[in-house]
């Protein structure tokens, strides 16, 4: 009897785990298909690179102990609405040890950087760089993305190398 419910204990133990791991295995370069909250919103967002470190303008700097992380972000509306956002709200950097950062600048020598808002209608695309101010010493190894200002349950995630 024991021999029988020793492999059921162990699956049963195994499903928890499994239900933390995560959900994408998606890197740099992958595009990803995400919903907004509203009928019609749909993206699809392209993490296409990271400039780690960036520069940012002649008169931005990163804090001491900090440095400047560049994600390029590509965004095709593939939804039937126009799509009005704030990008730079709903992205976020994380780093090896799971601290998250929010973008903090929109100016880097790394390529054009989106506006503060964004309007793309179906079928369009926008391209643009946000930046991340992070400390030295922190490995970021995935990116995140949500639309509406990141109020989306539908979340987009990226492994960086």
């Known amino acids: 009897m024991l021999r029988r419910t020793a492999p059921l204990l162990t699956c049963l133990l195994a499903v928890p785990a499994l239900a933390l791991a995560p959900v994408s295995d998606s890197k740099v370069g992958d595009t990803l298909s995400l919903t907004g909250i509203n009928s019609g919103e749909k993206l699809d967002v392209t993490v296409v690179k990271v400039v780690d470190p960036a520069r940012a303008g002649q008169f931005d700097h990163p804090s001491q102990g900090n440095r400047f992380v560049s994600v390029q972000f590509k965004l095709k509306n593939t939804g039937t609405a126009v799509y009005k956002d704030s990008p730079s709200n709903g992205a976020t950097v994380i780093d090896k040890d799971g601290q998250r950062f929010s973008a903090s ?5 790394a390529g054009p950087s989106f ?7 179906a079928g369009k695309t926008a391209l643009g760089f946000m930046t991340f101010e992070v400390p030295t010493a922190s490995r970021v190894v995935t990116v995140q993305f949500a639309m509406n200002s990141g109020f989306s349950d539908d979340v987009g995630e990226w492994q960086v190398p």
């Open 105 to 109: 600048l929109n100016n880097s020598t």
């Open 115 to 121: 506006p503060g808002s964004v309007t793309i209608s």
